[in-house]
């Protein structure tokens, strides 16, 4: 099969992008690095061969505008400038990647990219200098410039070496008295090439050689030392000229290089001494085989392809459903028919396989958390800058795995979580040290798997959440009536942050002050089936906790009917299951509650909750069955006529205009055929803990 240009070039861009987003989170972290230490060899050669991988890959894709600032950004990228410029160097990498970000996203949504002039503004500060800043050494003084060739370029040097050649570091001070800087350095250039071949060259184009006064070059050559440097003394062009010749590469990486080279050609060679028979096909086989020995054992799958696997598989789990019934209708007609065992045996056979298989594909969609937290050392490095405090961040958990949609969707309510942790959560330094603690504030996230769900924790020890002015902030915006305040609990208080338009800074800024950050939170986490968790210590700090389910394809149920429908809820949800008779059932305040070990639980009945349909009140049952359903540390009782069982359910998302209530999360289809409905819980906790009747809301 054959691809057209266009469907090559439209692969090219989407692995691009895709790589892309690796890189930029890379160059971040490594900004966060060169803050502490901004001359460090390690981290400046890791940006700059981020940076020259962006510049070669956007440049293969037709992306100018990012290729060509690339480009100008590697320039000045040495630990010279990282020890010259200190912080003001790290600040250049981290708006690079901000300005990378920003062009990529216009690339991908195909409009056009944002001005690159103030990035390009701070390289044209940083790379030009005063020249006095430099020390100009005497001719008979060692070499001025630094020889800090890339990454890229060492490799040359190594690969020129190991076939024996002679590479040589030159620089040449250009005369001060030359007026035509850029004819000079074309002449220069002509006359390197003309003494070997030219490895590597600073500067690299006649534009950037009009603000220089070094010419760097690595130069492979068979000529001697005093050959080269007496060719490369121009007059009138060049002051002084300093040749030395280049020692082995310093990198490990190199050395090893040379290393597997020779022992990957002795064992080309010998195998081809013993057998020198061997077709042309037969030697390509043992390349290939050597280059697949170390090639990466990874492969990129679009999401799509996955999120299709799982589909077919949940069928598949719809169809075992269907057998287990069928075998158990031809159990009963036939129990002592001599197929039976082979027909149990053959689906017990199955079932186990596909049980493997369904493990299998949802492992494949489970990722750690660590690529969710790696973004947030940035957010809280800007958000503590921009608010002036001095902020920590602690991570721990980093390979708790998660769904990748999950992972995803949490994106943007953690963000929002963690600036307002650092905004509102955090004193100032001064306030801190009032306080008897540090002045440095510290930010926790943590992961870690409880049941069948994944607990995420955004934990800080500023000074706690201040409920009387988040009740008075409530009545004043008029979320709550001021009896309905005053009766509210410390932990349905906490919950009115995540009301629509609720917030507590006294004005509006960057970072916050709008009330749509937490309502994001809640509203995301409703639609993940998962529930948001808040603990609050007066003055020792703040704790969030997410709690959302491993993945959305599948789900653990316990079915019960109501007037004859059949309906289910996540069996993570359910702490018990009690009976009841008619006696045992109070009122308080228009509310059904029910005494359960000397504690009172609020009841609830499917029929007088608004939004699901066709459901009638049982007619004067002797005995209910309650489920007492709970998320944290929230309760309540769900009144049910009957309890079916529990059943694997995989779940099929229901369009709104078939079912416009938020109390049904989905929906699944059993063996026979059976349509079952799945409960929301997080929206009937979240409907319950308003404080209004259940009377009201039907």
Request: charged letters at 25%.
């Amino acid at each position: 099969m054959s691809f057209t240009p266009e469907d090559r070039g439209t692969e090219l861009r989407a692995l691009f992008f895709e790589s892309a987003n690796e890189l930029l989170q890379a160059l971040n972290e490594a900004g966060l690095e060169l803050e502490a230490r901004p001359d460090d060899k390690e981290v400046i050669r890791s940006v700059r061969r981020v940076v020259h991988t962006l510049k070669g890959d956007s440049a293969a894709c037709g992306f100018t505008k990012l290729s060509e600032i690339s480009h100008e950004l590697e320039d000045v990228l040495t630990p010279q400038m990282g020890k010259m410029h200190g912080r003001k160097f790290a600040e250049l990498v981290l708006v690079a990647a901000d300005t990378f970000e920003s062009v990529l996203s216009a690339y991908q949504r195909e409009v056009e990219p944002p001005s690159v002039d103030a990035l390009r503004a701070m390289i044209h500060q940083l790379h030009h200098v005063p020249q006095s800043s430099f020390p100009i050494p005497t001719s008979s003084g060692p070499a001025p410039a630094q020889f800090d060739w890339g990454e890229y370029e060492q490799l040359m040097i190594s690969e020129a070496m190991h076939r024996g050649e002679s590479v040589y570091n030159v620089a040449l001070r250009l005369d001060q008295s030359s007026g035509m800087r850029a004819a000079a350095f074309q002449l220069i250039r002509n006359v390197l090439h003309g003494c070997g071949t030219v490895i590597a060259l600073r500067p690299e184009d006649n534009v950037a050689a009009a603000s220089v006064e070094i010419v760097e070059a690595a130069l492979a050559s068979k000529h001697s030392q005093a050959h080269i440097e007496q060719r490369c003394r121009i007059p009138a062009i060049v002051a002084h000229v300093w040749v030395e010749q280049s020692s082995q590469a310093d990198a490990a990486e190199h050395e090893l290089l040379g290393e597997l080279l020779d022992a990957h050609a002795a064992r080309v060679n010998a195998a081809a001494s013993n057998d020198s028979d061997n077709s042309a096909s037969g030697r390509s086989g043992a390349l290939g085989s050597a280059v697949a020995a170390v090639a990466e054992s990874t492969l990129r799958v679009d999401a799509t392809r996955i999120d299709s696997v799982m589909n077919l598989v949940g069928e598949l789990i719809i169809g075992k459903s269907m057998l287990n019934r069928a075998l158990s209708e031809f159990d009963q007609k036939y129990s002592r028919d001599p197929v039976r065992s082979k027909l149990v045996d053959a689906l017990s056979f199955q079932s186990r396989v596909l049980d493997e298989l369904h493990k299998s594909v949802l492992k494949i969609r489970m990722v750690p958390v660590e690529q969710l937290f790696r973004r947030f050392p940035r957010v809280v490095r800007d958000v503590a800058k921009h608010c002036g405090k001095d902020v920590a961040l602690e991570l721990s958990g980093m390979n708790t795995d998660l769904d990748k949609g999950i992972l995803d969707a949490l994106a943007e309510p953690m963000s929002h979580i963690v600036r307002n942790a650092v905004d509102h959560g955090i004193e100032s330094s001064e306030d801190r040290i009032a306080a008897g603690k540090g002045a440095r504030g510290t930010i926790f996230l943590n992961a870690y798997h409880q049941g069948t769900q994944v607990v995420i924790e955004v934990r800080d020890d500023g000074h706690g959440l201040d409920l009387d002015r988040i009740r008075k902030q409530a009545v004043q915006k008029g979320l709550i009536k001021t009896e309905e305040a005053a009766r509210l609990l410390d932990s349905e208080v906490t919950n009115l942050i995540f009301e629509p338009g609720f917030s507590t800074a006294s004005e509006v800024t960057e970072v916050s002050g709008r009330g749509v950050g937490m309502d994001v939170v809640r509203t995301v986490l409703d639609r993940l089936k998962g529930t948001v968790h808040v603990i609050s210590d007066p003055g020792k700090g703040t704790n969030i906790q997410l709690r959302v389910p491993l993945t959305l394809a599948s789900i653990q149920t316990l079915l019960f009917r109501v007037s004859g429908r059949l309906f289910a809820v996540p069996i993570s949800s359910v702490v018990e299951i009690t009976r009841v008779s008619g006696q045992e059932i109070h009122h308080i305040d228009e509310r059904e509650v029910l005494r359960l070990r000397n504690q009172v639980l609020s009841l609830v009945r499917l029929s007088n909750l608004k939004g699901i349909h066709a459901v009638a009140p049982a007619k004067n049952p002797k005995k209910n069955f309650v489920i007492v359903i709970g998320a944290a540390e929230k309760r309540f009782g769900l009144l049910v006529d009957q309890l079916v069982g529990e059943e694997e359910l995989v779940i099929k998302a229901l369009p709104a205009d078939i079912v416009a209530s938020d109390l049904v999360s989905g929906a699944s289809i059993l063996g026979d055929g059976t349509v079952v409905l799945i409960l929301n819980v997080p929206a009937v906790l979240s409907r319950l803990s308003r404080a209004i009747p259940l009377g009201a809301i039907a």
